[in-house]
């Protein structure tokens, strides 16, 4: 049976190898002067800034190839009519996971060379950008055209995820955790 083409960004499923999700998330900020929507499971960067009372840093959308300091696990309501993701240019606050050992699935994307078990070990950027408006879910997705051992790429592929009806192929589903962390340094990829 194939995977189902469900990309939803990187949602966090465990603390290094601790079983079960045990997320540590912090509160962030990002300011209306930010003209970029931000979906839950998108990757953030520190923005070097605060907000107006200096306590939560700002964070923006990274790129592909960033170092960041986490991933938007919640977009929090500013009044009953919130949307459940930021759009752009509205001040927004966002919970984001953001310990370096935290452990995160992502569907790999369509097409190319699906990776094998021989990827596991080797770091890989993503592709993909922007999100669902109707889900909120971040579109990112793992891309299968970069595994390699160097150590600036995005993630670190750490196995296939153990989830009932996953299997190696299109879309499946991966572990990874963020390679080039905002409060830790990058480390090269095994092979």
């Known amino acids: 049976m194939a995977n189902l083409d469900a990309a939803a960004g990187l949602r966090p499923v465990r603390l290094g190898s601790a079983s079960g999700y045990c997320a540590r998330e912090t509160k962030y900020f990002i300011p209306a002067t930010d003209s970029t929507a931000v979906f839950i499971g998108t990757p953030v960067k520190l923005a070097g800034s605060a907000d107006t009372d200096g306590t939560h840093a700002t964070v923006t959308a990274a790129s592909s190839t960033d170092e960041c300091v986490g991933v938007v696990t919640a977009v929090l309501p500013d009044n009953a009519d919130s949307l459940i993701y930021r759009a752009a240019s509205t001040a927004r606050y966002v919970m984001v996971a953001d310990d370096p050992a935290q452990v995160f699935e992502v569907q790999e994307v369509s097409g190319g060379t699906a990776l094998t078990a021989a990827a596991v070990g080797l770091n890989a950027n993503w592709a993909g ?3 669902s408006t109707s889900t909120g879910l971040s579109s990112i997705e793992l891309n299968n055209a970069t595994e390699a051992t160097t150590a600036t790429l995005d993630f670190q592929i750490l196995g296939l995820s153990p989830v009932s009806g996953n ?3 299109e ?5 990874v955790k963020l390679n080039n962390h905002q409060f830790v340094d990058g480390t090269t990829g095994i092979s």
Do not use: I, V, Y
Request: charged share 10%; no cysteine.
């Open 129 to 131: 950008s922007g999100g």
């Open 167 to 169: 299997a190696l192929g």
């Open 171 to 175: 879309h499946a589903k991966w572990l």
